[in-house]
């Protein structure tokens, strides 16, 4: 109940820590993975249940696939990087995608956000022809600045100065 109505941020936190800590049933599993799946459910108890059934070792491609298909259809830019930020903590292979679509973003707050999440997937081809390309072109410093620093983390030469398909 704290990690889904608390007020307080640091409340929500420590009481999901809490319930990492805690013995992990069939029966919870189930209702975590109900909970994350449920699209009416706000996204940050969605992704709290998912971090949660993670740190139990327990087996979250489903819930990976469904919040990586509801990012897509994300309405604001807000939302969005909430989707960037659990994409980023959890580091899921069905994140991988997603964020290299988010880099193409017109938000350059939400771009930035998805070239530091790439640093986790960098050593796929078309992840760094991205950070290359946003490293190089992108109209905001920053991202620039991010994107060459994680492209840079694990070059593998080669000028590839095209915009990536």
């Known amino acids: 109940e704290m990690v889904a109505s608390d007020p307080s941020g640091d409340v929500r936190r420590r009481a999901e820590e809490a319930l990492r800590q805690a013995p992990m049933t069939d029966d919870r599993a189930v209702r975590l993975t109900t909970q994350a799946t449920n699209l009416q459910a706000p996204l940050d108890q969605r992704v709290a249940s998912m971090r949660i059934l993670q740190s139990s070792k327990q087996d979250i491609a489903p819930i990976a696939q469904s919040l990586a298909q509801a990012a897509q259809t994300a309405p604001d830019s807000e939302t969005l990087l909430q989707y960037v930020q659990a994409f980023d903590d959890v580091n899921h292979a069905d994140f991988k995608l997603p964020l290299v679509q988010?880099?193409?973003s017109e938000d350059p707050e939400v771009r930035l956000r998805a070239a530091d999440a790439l640093v986790d997937y960098r050593s796929d081809p078309?992840?760094?022809?991205?950070?290359?390309?946003?490293?190089?072109s992108d109209p905001d410093a920053r991202v620039r600045e991010e994107a060459g620093r994680v492209y840079q983390e694990d070059r593998r030469g080669g000028n590839r100065s095209r915009r990536p398909n």
């Open 102 to 104: 988010v880099v193409q």
């Open 126 to 136: 078309t992840v760094t022809e991205w950070l290359q390309y946003l490293a190089e």
